[in-house]
């Protein structure tokens, strides 16, 4: 018994110190955003602020080019809601098409679209903004939305994966009781991967949401900015930058995600767990 307990306390320990460890960055940036903005690093090794202020929440929700925080937090709050519906349902009608359907090509068009999981965004990033140049698409979520309504790799090898751990014979009782292939993929799998449709659109918030080289790219107007490009405005080159007020604003932006990863955390688990099984 004593040397289980010592197991446990030393397990639970190195864990928490591991816990700490991890945390500490956003620890930091919490604190730091109740510093004065020309003391953060200044006494940068002191967690506790002194003295303790509000004034860099009051400072940054106010925004910049005449827009508060909030109207950030609304564009980018649209633009996930947009892309996260559109790569979820294409991601998940593409995925069962590999599954469960058989059509010439299968093979080479699955291979292609997993090499397309190795090729850096910067490739490509020319040749669509040219394109997106010449459909007028640019200063709107346009380019990055629309693109999400075609699929992501990522997430159609995750669910892949996910359904082929389904027994077929459900599809053949499904066929038997007068299902077509559209009732199958809605009525029999979908409900059956929602474990990975959850893991999807969680990873498709978060990459969304932080996402900073697509709406620089294609986003000119501060009316229309994201918040991690509002972020980036509090940082200048030629005068003094407001930390304080980007701190504040990043604890800010940090609450969804906080949030979101505590209230589906069993989903992205479980979605990832089982996709790398085959029944």
């Known amino acids: 018994m004593r040397i289980k307990s010592v197991k446990w306390w030393t397990y639970h320990i190195l864990v928490g110190g591991f816990a700490v460890l991890m945390l500490y960055p956003v620890i930091w940036l919490l604190m730091s955003s109740f510093k004065e903005s020309n003391a953060i690093f200044v006494t940068a090794k002191s967690l506790i602020p002194d003295p303790f202020i509000l004034d860099n929440f009051a400072e940054g929700w106010k925004g910049i080019g005449g827009n508060s925080f909030g109207v950030f937090i609304k564009n980018t709050a649209v633009l996930v809601i947009v892309t996260l519906i559109g790569q979820v349902i294409s991601s998940s009608l593409i995925a069962f098409g590999f599954a469960r359907l058989e ?134 080159n030629e005068t003094v930058s407001n930390w304080g007020a980007m701190f504040a604003m990043s604890v800010v932006t940090l609450v969804p995600v906080f949030v979101i990863f505590f209230i589906f955390q069993r989903y992205v688990v479980e979605g990832i767990s089982t996709s790398g099984l085959k029944g």
């Open 103 to 236: 059509f010439k090509g299968k093979a080479l068009w699955f291979g292609l679209m997993m090499v397309t999981l190795m090729l850096p965004y910067e490739v490509v990033m020319v040749p669509q903004y040219i394109i997106f140049s010449k459909l007028g698409w640019l200063n709107s979520i346009k380019p990055i939305a629309i693109p999400a309504y075609f699929g992501h790799p990522f997430f159609i090898f995750l669910l892949v994966q996910f359904i082929r751990t389904i027994p077929r014979e459900l599809d053949e009782a499904a066929t038997i009781d007068g299902c077509n292939t559209f009732n199958i993929f809605y009525k029999i799998i979908l409900p059956l991967i929602k474990p990975a449709l959850a893991t999807a659109a969680i990873f498709s918030f978060y990459w969304t949401w932080d996402s900073l080289l697509g709406p620089v790219l294609y986003l000119n107007s501060p009316a229309k900015y994201t918040v991690s490009m509002a972020l980036n405005m509090f940082l200048s």
